[in-house]
Nanobody
Framework: VQLQASGGGLVQAGGSLRLSCAAS????????MGWFRQIPGKEREFVAA????????HYSDSVKGRFAISRASAANMVYLQMNSLKPEDTAVYYCAAYSASGLPIIRRWSQYHYWGQGTLVTVSS
């Protein structure tokens, strides 16, 4: 399984960005797809996750109501729409995945077996 994240950049506070994650090399119908973020010196933080089959979503409290995770099954793409961005959203964002096969959505980064390279999001005040 390969994951390729893109879409990061510099945006002013209050602005929006959409991150994309291209997934390949697997059949994702049983997968959980997630987004995490990390700033230097801190642990990787859960942002959002989606169950590929059925589309159930989970969000961290810090982004709930501002971010939206979605997937385009035919294109094997996962998106993170980020609105009302704040300076504290500044981080490197990673897409990640694990094969769920009946498991619940898990927010712990160590559960995710596959990771894309990060994409930097910088929110200026």
């Amino acid at each position: 399984v390969q994951l390729q994240a893109s879409g990061g950049g510099l945006v002013q506070a209050g602005g929006s960005l959409r991150l994309s994650c291209a997934a390949s090399g697997g059949t994702f119908s049983s997968y959980i797809m997630g987004w995490f973020r990390q700033i230097p010196g801190k642990e990787r933080e859960f942002v959002a996750a989606i169950r590929w089959s059925g589309g159930v979503t989970h969000y961290s409290d810090s982004v709930k109501g501002r971010f939206a995770i979605s997937r385009a099954s035919a294109a094997n793409m996962v998106y993170l729409q980020m609105n009302s961005l704040k300076p504290e959203d500044t981080a490197v964002y990673y897409c990640a995945a694990y094969s769920a096969s009946g498991l619940p959505i898990i927010r712990r980064w160590s559960q995710y077996h596959y990771w894309g390279q990060g994409t930097l999001v910088t929110v200026s005040s």
